[in-house]
């Protein structure tokens, strides 16, 4: 149980296009998921929480125009980098919290993005 | 403020070597304390959660255990397929995990 899927796993784009990642969990009803960001060598930084039909609240820093994140139903959030950069080029992770559980955190395989 | 910190950075064993993960928190309630375990390219795996001191959780090699300082994660007679980055990571309220930095495990054959 409790799994959560990314696709796509890869994908590479050309800078200044848009490019949409979705996350879902499969076995489970998530009420809030989350969106992670990670470099290298390095742990999971928080971008994002959303919760189902409401508007995500970003973490400071991080910018809203820019990475737009779409929670549409309790089994698909969505996460769109607009206008990509060489900059945003990252591993992106989701992950869902089960709304029967506590607090843990269930992750997807995650996404990683290259824009050339 | 709330905290995790986990040592070592890097740990490398040679197969059947057991040792120990530390992972020290400081929070301000304990809602859970998390193991995760990360493999190159991947997203986290859970492993187990704990939830108050001297609970202990079993999963083939690996045991974990909880004080209200800290926690451990053993590692019983290590095999290469162990290899990775283990995470620990406490939840200061519903919406966040406060993650560790990782102990990077290397087993060798």
């Known amino acids: 149980g409790a799994v959560v899927s990314q696709h796509p796993s890869r994908v590479i784009c050309k800078s200044g296009t848009s490019v949409k990642i979705e996350c879902r969990s499969l076995?489970?009803?998530?009420?809030?998921m989350f969106w992670y960001r990670q470099f290298p060598k390095q742990s999971l930084m928080l971008m994002a929480t959303s919760n189902e039909g409401s508007k995500a609240t970003y973490e400071q820093g991080v910018e809203k125009d820019k990475f737009l994140i779409n929670h549409a139903s309790l089994t698909l959030s969505t996460l769109t980098v607009t206008s990509a950069h060489p900059e945003d080029s990252s591993f992106y992770i989701c992950?869902?919290?089960?709304?029967?559980?506590?607090?843990?955190?269930?992750f997807g395989p995650g996404t990683r993005l290259t824009v050339t | 403020e709330d905290q995790v910190t986990q040592s070592p950075e890097a740990l490398r064993l040679q197969e059947g070597e057991s040792s120990s993960l530390n992972c020290s928190y400081t929070?301000?309630?304990?809602?859970?304390l998390f193991w995760y375990r990360q493999d190159p390219g991947k997203g986290p795996e859970f492993l187990f959660t704990l939830y108050s001191a001297g609970e202990e959780k079993e999963k083939e090699r690996l045991k974990a255990t909880l004080t209200k300082k800290e926690s451990f994660l053993h590692i019983t007679a290590p095999k290469p397929e162990d290899s990775a980055t283990y995470l620990c990571a406490v939840p200061p309220n519903t919406d966040k995990l406060i993650f560790g930095t990782g102990t990077r495990l290397q087993v060798f054959p």
């Open positions: 076995d489970f009803q998530a009420t809030t």
């Open positions: 992950s869902a919290r089960d709304a029967e559980e506590n607090y843990e955190q269930y």
């Open positions: 929070v301000s309630g304990l809602r859970g």
